[in-house]
């Protein structure tokens, strides 16, 4: 199949999971044409079967705002008509499937019918969705997609709450690509980051409020002050500054380690020994299905999704959002006890399992075929 994919090419969840769906799909035989702003962060080198246009974006003086809507729609029409598109698939409502509606529509004057596919992925629908000024055409996207996912049973359940629709939407959770890749445990790399009497808490974000990075820092603070421990920060957003003057606060500075946006996260994030998130909404969470991939547990927040993939007692703990007491106190008993943090360690990377990319991929491939198999019968 040739299948269009639009997405956020940053460091965000959901360019990730496009990303890597996209180069799953590509190894599988299908032709995958990414259609984003900048090459995505996760493309890496080139690949057989994948194919990249950038959406220009005008700078035209007129334009306070830059119409990126409408590039992106021309781009599309542009790409569909002349790689012979069967199939886009968006990911992010905002504005992808308005984008998308929109080269849907210019594309059937010129005697060509296309489907789109919309994943919600999260703060599309719980934050910046909810927002009146946005809704009425986010509910109009999802009514108009020919096939609607959403990454886990809560963001389904929100999307039917706060939108108007009934529309079908299924649930094909976010998965983990590179499980089988196993590189050794790297004790002199370890050893850059803590002694070895020290454990390592890692946190994976974009500092933004819902992540709640404030409350990673209390509770490392309360976790070191009984077991000696180093925080290790990864990425940057809003936040950063708020959670730096924290640490200066605190006097924690000396042993917590922000080392900014990095390529390849999962690298640090093996050398630890617990993964924090304790946001304030989380749709899915795949920062933590990561760490648990590389057999870290997860101390996290009972929000959202979060539940349908950090399993309370067995890969990690969950406490109420902002319960930082519960969550220290989860986190010493686990890094205090050697054999219970070796046994969550390997129920961690069990429980990634069930994520795998050979259960997911194949639920994509199956919607896609019968998106286009419907589409079709449609315009007959
Ligand atoms: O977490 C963010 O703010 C980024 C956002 C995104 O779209 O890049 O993440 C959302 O999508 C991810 C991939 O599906 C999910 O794993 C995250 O849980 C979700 N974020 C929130 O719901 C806050």
Excluded: W
């Excluded at 299948?3 to 999971?17: A, D, E, F, N, R």
């Excluded at 035209?60 to 021309?74: K, M």
């Excluded at 994976?204 to 990673?216: G, L, T």
């Excluded at 129920?347 to 896609?368: G, S």
């Amino acid at each position: 199949m040739k299948i269009g994919i639009v997405l956020y090419p940053t460091y965000g969840g959901s360019g990730v999971v496009a990303t890597e769906l996209g180069k799953a799909l590509a190894e599988k035989g299908h032709e995958i044409h990414f259609i984003t702003y900048s090459q995505p962060v996760r493309l890496g080198s080139f690949r057989d079967n994948i194919y990249y246009h950038e959406v220009a974006v005008s700078n035209y003086p007129l334009f306070e705002f830059q119409p990126y809507e409408t590039e992106l729609a021309s781009k599309m029409v542009d790409v569909v008509l002349h790689e012979k598109l069967d199939l886009l698939h968006v990911h992010y409502a905002i504005p992808h499937a308005s984008a998308a509606f929109m080269a849907q529509q210019i594309l059937k004057t010129k005697g060509v019918y296309i489907p789109f596919i919309t994943t919600l992925h999260g703060t599309d629908i719980t934050l910046v969705g909810k927002d009146k000024s946005f809704e009425p055409v986010i509910t109009f996207c999802i009514n108009q997609s020919d096939g609607v996912t959403a990454v886990s049973e809560s963001l389904k359940k929100d999307t039917y709450e706060h939108f108007d629709t009934d529309r079908e939407i299924q649930v094909i959770p976010n998965f983990i690509h590179n499980l089988d890749e196993k590189t050794p445990f790297d004790l002199e790399k370890r050893r850059k980051y803590a002694a070895d009497n020290e454990r390592i808490i890692c946190h994976v974000s974009n500092f933004r409020p819902v992540k709640r990075v404030e409350d990673v820092v209390r509770v490392f603070h309360k976790i070191n002050q009984e077991v000696p421990s180093r925080l290790l920060l990864i990425g940057d957003g809003p936040e950063r500054y708020n959670v730096e003057l924290l640490c200066r606060e605190l006097g924690s500075c000396d042993r917590v380690m922000t080392v900014g946006k990095i390529r390849n996260a999962a690298d640090l994030m093996k050398l630890s020994d617990l993964f924090l998130l304790p946001s304030q909404t989380e749709s899915f969470g795949l920062a933590a299905l990561e760490a648990m991939a590389v057999g870290v547990p997860v101390i996290s927040s009972n929000t959202g999704g979060i539940p349908e993939v950090n399993e309370h007692g067995y890969s990690g703990f969950m406490s109420d959002v902002g319960d930082i007491n519960d969550m220290a106190s989860n986190g010493i008993a686990l890094l205090k006890d050697e054999e219970k943090l070796k046994l969550f360690k390997q129920q961690a990377r069990k429980q990634a399992e069930k994520f795998c990319i050979t259960k997911v991929l194949p639920q994509y491939e199956e919607l896609y075929e019968s998106v286009v198999a419907n589409h079709k019968k449609l315009i007959v």
